[in-house]
C-alpha cells in the first residue's frame, strides 16, 4: 500500500526566505506526483504535475523536483510571500491496476511572516 | 462553468438523516473523485468513476456511503443515516484523461451531523 509522507508538518519562514517542502513516498512505482495548495476552508489548488518520466517542473516562483527511484520529491518556494501561507499537499497516482487514487500526503502548513 | 461545482457548501443534518452532495464536474473531464477530509486529518479517498467503466468503490468507508454519475457528468454522493463520525470536508475532483492527468478540486461540501 501506497503510503505518502510530509516532512515538515508546518514551517514558519519570514517573508523573502527561500524554502523546501519535502514529500516522500513508499512505492516508487508511480505515474505521476502533484502538488497541491490549501488555503484555510477551501479545496484544492493544483500547483504542479510532474510525470514519472519528468525530474522537474517549474512555475513561477515555484520549482518541483522528482527523484522516483528514492521515492521523494521536493517543492522549492523561492523568494516566500505572506500570501504563500497555506497547506501544501503532495499525492502520487500509482502506475499499475486499478488504483487511479491519488494518495495524499497529510500536508505541511507553510506560514510566511510579514 | 469554469471549475468544479460542489453544492451545498455547507450541510448540518441530525444525526440519522440522509444527505445528498452534488458534485458538478468541468466539462469534458472523464475521471471524477470524491474524496473526504476531516478534522485535522489527510484526505480519504471515496471513490473513482471513469468515464462509462464500474466505479472503483473501494474506499467507500460503510455501506451506508454510496455515489452515482449520470449521464458522465454530476456526481452525487449519498450518505444514509448519517453519523457523527461523518462529519468532514466532501471533496470532488475531475481530471481529463483516464484518472492520471491532472486533478482540478472544487471547494468541496462541509457536513456536520449533530
Known amino acids: 500500500k501506497q503510503e505518502v509522507t510530509q516532512i515538515p508538518a508546518a514551517l514558519s519562514v519570514p517573508e523573502g526566505e527561500n524554502l523546501v517542502l519535502n514529500c516522500s513516498f513508499t512505492d516508487s512505482a508511480i505515474y505521476n506526483l502533484q502538488w497541491f495548495r490549501q488555503d484555510p476552508g477551501k479545496g484544492l489548488t493544483s500547483l504542479l504535475l510532474i510525470q514519472s518520466s519528468q525530474r522537474e517542473q517549474t512555475s513561477g516562483r515555484l520549482n518541483a523536483s522528482l527523484d522516483k527511484s528514492s521515492g521523494r520529491s521536493t517543492l522549492y518556494i523561492a523568494a516566500s510571500q505572506p500570501g504563500d501561507s497555506a497547506t501544501y499537499l503532495c499525492a502520487v497516482s500509482l502506475s499499475s491496476g486499478s488504483a487511479r487514487q491519488l494518495t495524499f500526503g497529510s500536508g505541511t502548513q507553510l506560514t510566511v511572516l510579514p | 462553468g469554469a471549475g468544479v461545482s460542489q453544492s451545498p457548501s455547507n450541510k448540518v443534518t441530525e444525526k440519522g438523516k440522509d444527505v445528498e452532495l452534488r458534485c458538478d464536474p468541468i466539462?469534458?473531464?472523464?475521471?471524477l473523485y470524491w474524496y473526504r477530509q476531516s478534522l485535522g486529518q489527510g484526505l480519504e479517498f471515496l471513490i473513482y468513476?471513469?468515464?462509462?467503466?464500474?466505479?472503483?468503490k473501494s474506499g467507500l468507508p460503510s455501506d451506508r456511503f454510496s455515489a452515482e454519475r449520470t449521464g458522465g457528468s454530476v456526481s452525487t454522493l449519498t450518505i444514509q443515516r448519517t453519523q457523527q463520525e461523518d462529519s468532514a470536508v466532501y471533496l470532488c475532483?475531475?481530471?481529463?484523461?483516464?484518472?492520471?492527468?491532472?486533478?482540478?478540486f472544487g471547494e468541496g461540501s462541509r457536513l456536520t451531523v449533530l
Open positions: 475532483a475531475s481530471s481529463w484523461s483516464s484518472g492520471t492527468g491532472e486533478l482540478f
Open positions: 468513476f471513469q468515464g462509462n467503466s464500474a466505479p472503483d
Open positions: 466539462s469534458g473531464h472523464t475521471a
